[in-house]
Every structure is written in C-alpha cells, then in structure tokens.
C-alpha cells in the first residue's frame, strides 16, 4: 500500500496563481510552481503531464468558480435585479479572489490555450459557449423589458463591472468594498435610464 499523496492538485494550482499574480505567466513553470508547493519537482509530473496542462487546469477551476455565481445570479427574476446582482457578483468574486481575477483578466491566450490539450481547450471553449448563451439571453430579455440597446447592455453585464475591478487587480489589490455598491447602482442607472 503506497502513501497518500502529500501534495493536491489544487495545491499546485493554489502555488500556480499565486505566482501568476506576483510574476506573470512567464514565472509560472513547472519547477517554480513544485518550489512554491515545497514538493519535489517530478510529484507535479504526477499530477499535470507538462505546462500547458498545468496552466489549463488553472483557467479551468478559475473560469468554472467565477462562471458558478455570475451565471446564478443572472439566471434569477427579475431580469433587470439579476442583472443588477449579475454585475455586482463580478466585484464580489474578484474581491474574494483577486489572484483569479488578475489571471481572468489577462484572459486564456494569456495562459497559451493554443497549446492546451485538445479536452482542456474544449472545455474551455464549452465555459464561453455556456457564459456567451447565459449573457444572450439576458440582452433578449432586458432589451424587451428596459428598451436599451444590445450594446448599452453589454456595458452594464461586462464592461462596467470589468473596468470597476481592472485598475485594483492590476496593482495586485482586491476591489474595495464600496465598488461592489457602485457598480450595482451604476448598473441600475443604465438599466433605468
């Protein structure tokens, strides 16, 4: 009977972002993250077959823990509360976790998913399907309920809470508190008009 593995993979991916968040995607290798974990270099190997599967794992959890509470909230009635919520839910995440929201940000081209394996890109392609479609349909139904344009609604879902949570996660800081409540009133102003 061998011994339990002293290392998780969610430890590595925990040690992946971290370093992500302090060096950038170049700083995020395979040794440095097995450093960072204090395991020995080959138990990463176990876990992840190179980089790019490491660095998918990573996006993966991450875009799948965002995805979970914007998409509940925006799935709720009514519409226009939902998407007010929807928005607000953006600060939220990026404030419990500003190392993901720094590596969302920066996107999965970023991260290299043209090198990716072809189940992770996948499924990576499956999460903005399911993000594009849960986002369309709320335009359709907004656009009927407030009159605004697909763009103005865009700005409201996407661009807004974004911008609000860009310029603290590029300093490496989480969104203060009072920009969850700023983006949720600016959000109804544009829904209202």
Not at 63 to 74: C, I, P, W
Not at 138 to 152: K, N, P, Q
Not at 171 to 182: A, I, K, M, N, Q
């Amino acid at each position: 009977m061998g011994r339990p593995p002293q290392h998780t993979p969610d430890d590595f991916l925990d040690a992946a972002i971290r370093i992500f968040a302090a060096k950038g995607v170049a700083g995020v290798t395979m040794s440095a993250v097995a450093r960072e974990v204090g395991a020995p270099s080959g138990s990463i190997y176990h876990r992840f077959p190179g980089r790019p599967a490491l660095l998918a794992a990573v996006w993966l959890r991450t875009v799948t823990g965002f995805q979970q509470g914007y998409l509940e909230a925006l799935d709720r009635d009514p519409p226009v509360e939902a998407a007010i919520e929807a928005a607000a839910q953006v600060v939220r995440w990026c404030r419990a976790h500003p190392a993901e929201g720094k590596l969302l940000y920066a996107g999965n081209r970023a991260l290299g998913v043209d090198d990716w394996p072809p189940e992770d890109r996948d499924r990576a392609d499956k999460a903005n399907r399911r993000l594009e479609t849960a986002i369309g349909k709320a335009v359709r139904e907004l656009r009927a309920i407030t009159g605004r344009s697909t763009d103005e609604l865009m700005l409201a879902l996407v661009d807004l809470p974004y911008a609000a949570v860009r310029r603290h996660l590029d300093r490496g800081e989480s969104p203060p508190p009072r920009t969850v409540d700023l983006v949720a009133r600016t959000t109804r102003t544009l829904l209202a008009g």
